[in-house]
């Protein structure tokens, strides 16, 4: 790392991409998801653009148990329409959303690869729960229906790492694959990691991002437990917001050595040009101003941007009373003045907090605000809340050129991973 | 009848703020008896057990629940009174 500079320089310096000495350039060249607001990107960027809420009352088994009974459930999902039988025995409700995510992302790179390109590409992604529509099913038929047989598949699908390891297997990626398991921040810590991996060499390709599906009985009663859900709608940033929403669905990108890309003429999404992670080290549940903070300024530090530079954030805005406030008393202290200039939006009033996914479905907010202009509202907005007091793009998307902007994630545990982009 | 839910709900915060029941007055608030919120929701998990009640709370606005956390007081009388509407 050079030694950092100072007034005019650094901002004429900032203005650039950053030379790096050894270092890769890091660009996106697909996406691909599956959420509550559609099973494509294009859907979900129409979604963005209207407004449109994915929220609606939970359709699964045992629902009526539940006193919290609202999500953000993928909409028209019938697995039979994108995997045969076989496929279907074989893959949870995760790894189902994974694959068709990371299908589509590549299909747009137009990337095959077959022969040495195989070799130097890999995949990480992130999730929180895994498998956990097997885990209910299969506890439900040793405890609730006293059968002492299940299917041999149960442990193959329930792993966390089985979406990672079916997605390397479809696409023939034999280098670096894994899953990253950080709660809320899992996409974002994925993607920070592809992302260093292909900036230091170790990768040429990575397929990133992240899934969950974890709505199903027990997943939900397990949160109705921490007593921090809304019965009713999510409502970021609001005065009279009651707590999160949960979705389900998955992000998928295709993350690309910029040489690699410029060589073949893909057509680049955003670049990638900033990642930081930190750890409140403090709280197993309470967010820290402080340990966000940190990993706001790390992002835009490694980015080599400057705070002024920043247009749009993707808040982590859960719509709980704690996160909300915390993330923005974190982006007032990291942005300064700036802070009252910037546009920040939660999505998540729209897909639902798709938890281990969530960042990875929050990405194509900040694409989308990079390559058309438009930035994804805040819905579900009615109360101005002096402790929130940022441009929050209440309830509807707004015209604005940015040329860079981050996304934010902060995961119980105290985690926090923050990734930067900027338009090419 | 009553005097013996006051001491059941004040077993179960005294263990919960590891305190002895004899150091819990009705003036006490959860923040005097060193209770954070993840320690709220779990008396209010140990209370919904002992007693077989389901309280209404929402961490996000405590002050908006029908189930007033604000003192001892507040919370035993709540308590007192879902105990009663189920024996209703």
Known sequence: MSPKKTGKKAEAAAAEP??????????????????????????????????????????????D???????????????????????????????????????????QSGLDFQGALGLRSGVVLGTAGGGLNTWDENYRTVYEEGKNRVHPFVVPKLMNNAAASHVSMEFGLRGPAFTVATACASSNHAMGLAFQMIRSGGAQVMLTGGSEAMLCFGGVKAWE?????????????????NGMVQGEGAGVFVFEDYENARARGADILAEVVGFAMSSDAQDIVMPSAQGAERAITGALQDAGLNPEDVGYINAHGTGTAAN???????????????????????????HGHVIGGTGAVELLACIMALREGVIAPTIGYQEA?????????????????VDAVLSNAFAFGGLNAVIALRRV | MT????????????EQAMLEPDQISDESTPQDLGIDSLGLVESIFALEEEFDISIPFNANEPDKSDFDISTMGTIIAAVERLVAQKAA
């Not at chain 1, 019938?78 to 590549?106: C, G, H, M, P, S």
């Not at chain 1, 437990?225 to 609001?238: E, N, Q, T, Y």
């Open chain 1, 18 to 63: 950053r030379p790096l000495a050894g270092l890769r350039r890091v660009v996106i060249t697909g996406a691909g998801t599956i959420n509550a607001l559609g099973h494509d990107v294009p859907a979900t960027l129409a979604a963005f653009r209207e407004g449109r809420c994915g929220i609606s009352q939970l359709d699964f088994r045992d629902v």
């Open chain 1, 65 to 107: 148990r539940l006193s919290i009974q609202i999500g953000a459930q993928v909409h028209d999902w019938r697995a039979e329409d994108y995997f045969n039988r076989q496929q279907i025995l074989l893959y949870d409700k995760f790894t189902q959303f994974a694959l068709l995510a990371a299908k589509q992302a590549v299909a």
């Open chain 1, 225 to 241: 437990g921490l007593r921090v859900m809304s019965k009713d709608a999510c409502r970021p940033f609001s005065a009279n917001r």
């Open chain 1, 324 to 350: 909300d406030k915390t993330e923005c008393a974190a982006v007032a202290h990291a942005f300064g003045h700036h802070a009252d200039r910037l546009m920040m939006s939660s999505t998540k009033a729209m």
């Open chain 1, 385 to 401: 809340d002096p402790e929130c007091a940022l441009d929050v793009v209440p309830n509807e998307a707004r015209q604005a050129r």
């Open chain 2, 3 to 14: 005097d013996q839910i006051r001491d059941r709900i004040t077993a179960i915060i005294a």
